[in-house]
């Protein structure tokens, strides 16, 4: 059983940075794959970025690369989100996610611990 709690987000101006951190209970975190999902309104949730629980591999999607870096401290049982160069369109509630997977699963279904959520706004 997994639990997480994300935090960092809030209202920025584009081209500003966000760090959004996710602290995750439980003594196995470090062998869960982990990942960051957004929904806009009106839009179905999408996925961002992901880390494996072991080689460190990450996986984008094509809007953020570049830009966002996801991260892991498995002695802080914590993924981290750094977010530069925002923009507009990265405004959503951004989600952490847990799945018990070798790899970096893209997909919603694949995750099986979800967090609350974090608001992040961009303003232009």
């Known amino acids: 059983q997994v639990q997480l709690v994300e935090s960092g987000g809030g209202l920025v101006q584009a081209g500003d940075s966000l760090r959004l951190s996710c602290a995750a209970s439980?003594?196995?975190?470090?062998?869960?794959?982990m990942a960051w999902f957004r929904q806009a309104p009106g839009t179905e949730r999408e996925f961002v970025a992901g880390i494996s629980w072991i080689g460190g591999r990450t996986s984008y999607t094509d809007s953020v690369k570049g830009r966002f870096t996801i991260s892991r401290d498995n002695a802080k049982n914590t993924v981290y989100l750094q977010m530069n160069n925002l923009k507009p369109e990265d405004t959503a509630v951004y989600h952490c996610?847990?799945?018990?997977?070798?790899?970096?699963?893209?997909?919603?279904?694949?995750?099986?611990?979800w967090g609350q959520g974090t608001q992040v706004t961009v303003s232009s």
């Open positions: 996610a847990a799945a018990q997977s070798v790899g970096v699963p893209t997909r919603e279904y694949e995750y099986g611990y």
């Open positions: 439980g003594r196995t975190f470090s062998r869960y794959a």
